[in-house]
T-cell receptor, first 114, second 114 residues
Framework: EAGVAQSPRYKIIEKRQSVAFWCNPI?????LYWYQQILGQGPKLLIQ????????DSQLPKDRFSAERLKGVDSTLKIQPAKLEDSAVYLC????????????FGQGTRLTVV | AQSVTQPDIHITVSEGASLELRCNYS??????LFWYVQSPGQGLQLLLK??????LVQGIKGFEAEFKRSQSSFNLRKPSVHWSDAAEYFC????????????FGGGTRLMVKP
């Protein structure tokens, strides 16, 4: 079974530039999550999708971050414009459904903003 | 809102020695509880989870954890550590009606001495 795929693995941008991350969840998984992991901290949930609808985006900085999952499969997370404090690993995860099922994580995209 | 505290940022143990990683949570009811492991450059892998029932939970790679409601704790244990266990360990909680919206602790980095 293929895991959660993310790209790119690494990205370096200058502040005020924009960047996008892509995630392909495990086939058949209805629920998709984006987490932000700043160096030395645990991951923080940014947004949760159920199919192509947003379930929770209360911790997403909506002035600069956006995410979509148009066809209920792949998802993109965008930052525009980036700030230095956005430097982090962005993790995508998916689960079969909401509720007490296991979430599977991708390897993440490491973003460095200079 | 729930929160998770992992009091030990770094722990060093000798190979073959026993291990206990501490986790304390704050939540109004009994949450779902998880332990994840993250190796360098890798995504998060689920070690074990507690939803209900037996408070001693067995996981992969020889790990176990015990839920103690009176202490709001969910400590991770392993009787004999192997060098390959060196990694970062994260405790996480989720509301018992949204099992995958995880709140993570800050992590404990485990180093194993030969």
């Amino acid at each position: 079974e293929a895991g959660v795929a993310q790209s790119p693995r690494y990205k370096i941008i200058e502040k005020r530039q924009s960047v996008a991350f892509w995630c392909n969840p495990i086939s058949g998984h209805a629920t998709l999550y984006w987490y932000q992991q700043i160096l030395g901290q645990g991951p923080k949930l940014l947004i949760q999708f159920q199919n192509n609808g947003v379930v929770d985006d209360s911790q997403l900085p909506k002035d600069r971050f956006s995410a979509e999952r148009l066809k209920g499969v792949d998802s993109t997370l965008k930052i525009q414009p980036a700030k230095l404090e956005d430097s982090a690993v962005y993790l995508c995860a998916s689960s079969l459904r909401r509720g007490n099922t296991e979430a599977f994580f991708g390897q993440g995209t490491r973003l460095t903003v200079v | 809102a729930q929160s998770v505290t992992q009091p030990d940022i770094h722990i060093t143990v000798s190979e073959g020695a026993s291990l206990e990683l501490r986790c304390n949570y704050s939540y109004g009811a009994t949450p779902y509880l998880f332990w994840y492991v993250q190796s360098p450059g890798q995504g998060l892998q689920l070690l074990l989870k507690y939803f209900s029932g037996d408070t001693l939970v067995q996981g992969i790679k020889g790990f176990e954890a015990e839920f103690k409601r009176s202490q709001s704790s969910f400590n991770l244990r392993k009787p004999s550590v192997h060098w390959s266990d060196a990694a970062e360990y994260f405790c996480a909680v989720a509301p018992n009606n949204a099992g995958n919206m995880l709140t993570f602790g800050g992590g404990t980095r485990l180093m194993v001495k030969p």
